[in-house]
């Protein structure tokens, strides 16, 4: 069992960046898959990138590639969303979800543990 809290979303302005930050409890966090996930008001829950439990293989949505990157550190038992060059319809709640197997499903019935999301607002 893993516990996921979520943190680092606010207000930014277009063109800016935001770091999220998952901090997980319990000690088996490098046996789960990691994922980020978004959802806007009125829309349904999205994939947005997702990295293995070594960290050396990740998955991105194609809105967000080469803007955010997602990277873990198993050590701290935390992974982070980087999110540059920032736009208005990244705005969502944000969240947090482990799997507890392997690879890096794109879908939000692959993932086991949910944190409560962030809010992220980009105004223009």
């Known amino acids: 069992q893993v516990q996921l809290v979520e943190s680092g979303g606010g207000l930014v302005q277009t063109g800016g960046s935001l770091r999220l930050s998952c901090a997980a409890s319990g000690r088996t966090f490098s046996s789960y898959v990691m994922g980020w996930f978004r959802q806007a008001p009125g829309k349904e829950r999205e994939f947005v990138a997702g990295?293995?439990?070594?960290?050396?293989?990740?998955s991105y949505a194609d809105s967000v590639k080469g803007r955010f990157t997602i990277s873990r550190d198993n050590a701290k038992i935390t992974v982070y969303l980087q999110m540059n060059s920032l736009k208005p319809e990244d705005t969502a709640v944000y969240f947090c979800?482990?799997?507890?197997?392997?690879?890096?499903?794109?879908?939000?019935?692959?993932?086991?543990?949910w944190g409560q999301g962030t809010q992220v607002t980009v105004s223009s």
């Open positions: 979800a482990a799997r507890y197997n392997t690879g890096v499903l794109t879908t939000v019935n692959g993932y086991n543990h």
């Open positions: 990295i293995n439990q070594s960290g050396d293989s990740t």
